[in-house]
């Protein structure tokens, strides 16, 4: 089974800037696309960014030119630099990796969540 793990989830003031971390752990063989979700109380979870293995970059229209998404594939570990921070920007981020990891003597698929970060942005 693969874990994902978030940190730096936190409060801050309209303007500031957080950094969040996400690391994948597990019989992993591979990654393909890592990414960020959120879900702000009474909505639907919602896609904030991805990242291929490869690099190449997803953005919602949203957070385009504040966030910037990265990664590092020898610690299988996304990282999502969160700045100029708004308060409609305040949610719980969930990390999410796909790929192929060893279970039961078998590679095979694995798409994983983590627990999720809160992220409190005041104005």
């Known amino acids: 089974q693969v874990q994902l793990v978030e940190s730096g989830g936190g409060l801050v003031q309209a303007g500031g800037s957080l950094r969040l971390s996400c690391a994948a752990s597990?019989?992993?063989?591979?990654?393909?696309?890592m990414g960020w979700y959120r879900q702000a109380p009474g909505k639907q979870r919602q896609l904030v960014t991805t990242?291929?293995?490869?690099?190449?970059?997803n953005y919602a229209d949203s957070v385009k030119g504040r966030f910037t998404i990265s990664r590092d594939n020898a610690k299988n570990t996304v990282y999502l630099q969160m700045n100029v921070l708004k308060p409609e920007d305040t949610a719980v981020y969930y990390c999410?990796?796909?790929?192929?990891?060893?279970?039961?003597?078998?590679?095979?698929?694995?798409?994983?969540w983590g627990q999720g970060t809160q992220v409190t942005v005041s104005s």
């Open positions: 999410n990796a796909n790929g192929i990891h060893r279970t039961r003597g078998d590679w095979v698929p694995f798409d994983s």
């Open positions: 597990g019989s992993i063989f591979s990654i393909n696309a």
């Open positions: 990242i291929t293995s490869r690099g190449s970059t």
